[in-house]
């Protein structure tokens, strides 16, 4: 079960709210009544940018039991809290649709368990000035976000706001580098001690295999089937959840951005590699050892260049970042050794002519495989992510000339990461939310275990 919220753009304001269960088309009961509202109560967010608005679809759910309706209303308040920021309990009853006792109720039960807390009073035309509700930002997450060399360690309350931060150098050796991780994690957590951590988000490299937890394959990581949510875990007595930077990607734009509500999409990052992340029927395909994804493992090529994979001619010998500045290189003849892809960035936006042919060139082999993606997968929404971003509107143009349109087809909608690094750190903290946020979590207690203690 997922309750999708669409945001408006720019404004970040809730535009509506919908939640599967399953299959199902939804409708909404509430202690056996069944409710249909037009949900037009969302003055309070932003009255100017929702007078724009032609018409708010109906909030929709349903409920196969008492026990379940409760779950589900508890969760959908919790939800309705974590993006409203500050609300009153007349607001929510009126965004929910459910009726004022039960919101009351909900309400309550939530407070009592430190999911939520009771803040400064709010504004009211008549009468009593409202307590507004927010999430109980003493809660916090520990992100993780894993790239070849170096890893982002962050901690985030649950509203998503980063409190610290550190960049910590790490290395092809994975125990050595779970030691500095670890290190990091207790100084970034010790920078607020206030914050109750309920759990670590990790973003990584590569694909992990669902049943164990261990790496299936990161070639660009260099740890081999090393089980990094048990180091971690081991290390910080906190529960972990692990995932492709791909999929974390598609996480962080349903979560807090641009595919709320969009059931197919495929995000496509690209960096060192290509990893690409699949959501179709609004599921994030994993495969069934977590594999999954690996279009920058097709074979575009042929004999084609040794891959990170062992194989040779994979899309991303062609189109990676690596592969731009290969053919950069053999442009210019010779480049220093120090001449990164972000060197290659500034120097196709000032516009000098091997970066901009080798940037060209990379396009143009990104939109080899994208062809594939789309005649495999027909997204309604391609979201590309990764240093590439930063000359969009110089490039992008390469793509729609070179996909030729499929049969009927309109090509998807494509698009970009507005902010490539907090968007995998948003989507690492979205893994860890989305087990607290859902009906069977949100009836439990949050922990207030210290960090670095699996013992108590
Ligand atoms: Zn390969």
Not at 51 to 80: C, F, G, W
Not at 197 to 224: H, M, Y
Not at 377 to 393: H, K, N, Q, R, T
Request: proline share 5%.
């Amino acid at each position: 079960m997922r309750l999708l919220c669409e945001y408006l753009p720019r404004t970040g304001c809730l535009l509506r709210l919908r939640l599967e269960l399953g299959d199902e088309p939804a409708l909404i009961r509430d202690e056996g009544r069944r409710i249909e509202t037009v949900n037009d109560g969302f003055g309070f967010m932003n009255e100017r940018a929702l007078r724009q608005l032609a018409h708010v679809p109906r909030l929709a759910i349903q409920a196969s039991s008492s026990e379940t309706a409760r779950d589900t209303n508890r969760t959908i308040i919790l939800e309705l809290i974590r993006l409203a920021g500050a609300v009153s309990r007349a607001d929510l009853a009126r965004l929910s649709g459910l009726q004022k006792s039960t919101v009351s109720a909900i309400v309550e039960e939530l407070l009592v368990s430190r999911w939520i807390c009771e803040g400064e009073t709010g504004f009211s035309r008549h009468g009593r000035r409202p307590l507004m509700l927010g999430v109980n930002n003493e809660l916090g997450v520990v992100i993780l976000d894993l790239h070849p060399g170096n890893a982002i360690v962050a901690i985030s309350d649950f509203s998503g706001r980063f409190l610290a931060q550190e960049n910590v150098p790490i290395s092809s050796q994975p125990h050595r580098s779970i030691t500095q991780l670890l290190a990091a994690i207790k100084r970034v957590t010790n920078a607020e001690p206030k914050k109750a951590i309920q759990g670590v988000g990790i973003s990584v490299p590569g694909r992990v295999d669902p049943s164990t937890g261990r790496l299936a394959f990161a070639p660009n990581l260099k740890w081999g089937p090393f089980d990094i949510r048990k180091a971690i875990a081991d290390g910080t007595g906190l529960p972990v959840e692990i995932e492709n930077a791909a999929n974390v990607i598609i996480l962080a734009e349903r979560w807090f951005g641009s595919l709320s509500g969009v059931q197919d999409a495929v995000a496509i990052n690209v960096s060192e590699g290509i990893g690409t992340g699949i959501l179709a029927g609004g599921h994030l395909i994993s495969g069934w050892n977590g594999m999954a994804g690996e279009f920058g493992h097709m074979r575009v090529e042929t004999p084609g260049l040794l891959c990170g994979c062992g194989n040779r001619g994979c899309w991303e010998t062609v189109a990676s970042n690596h592969a731009a500045l290969r053919y950069y290189r053999k442009l210019k003849g010779k480049a220093p050794s120090s001449f990164t892809y972000r060197h290659l960035l500034i120097d196709a936006q000032d516009q000098k002519a091997e970066a901009m042919a080798a940037l060209r060139y990379q396009f143009v082999q990104i939109a080899r495989g994208l062809q594939t993606i789309l005649a495999g997968l027909s997204p309604e929404v391609v979201l590309f992510a990764g240093d590439i971003v930063a000359v969009w509107p110089y490039f992008s143009g390469v793509l729609t000339e070179e996909v030729p349109k499929m049969l009927n087809a309109r090509l998807p909608r494509i698009i970009t990461t507005a902010d490539y690094g907090l968007a995998r750190l948003r989507g690492a903290l979205a893994l860890v939310l989305q087990h607290h946020f859902s009906p069977a979590s949100s009836r439990s207690v949050p922990r207030r275990m210290p960090v670095g203690d699996p013992s108590r």
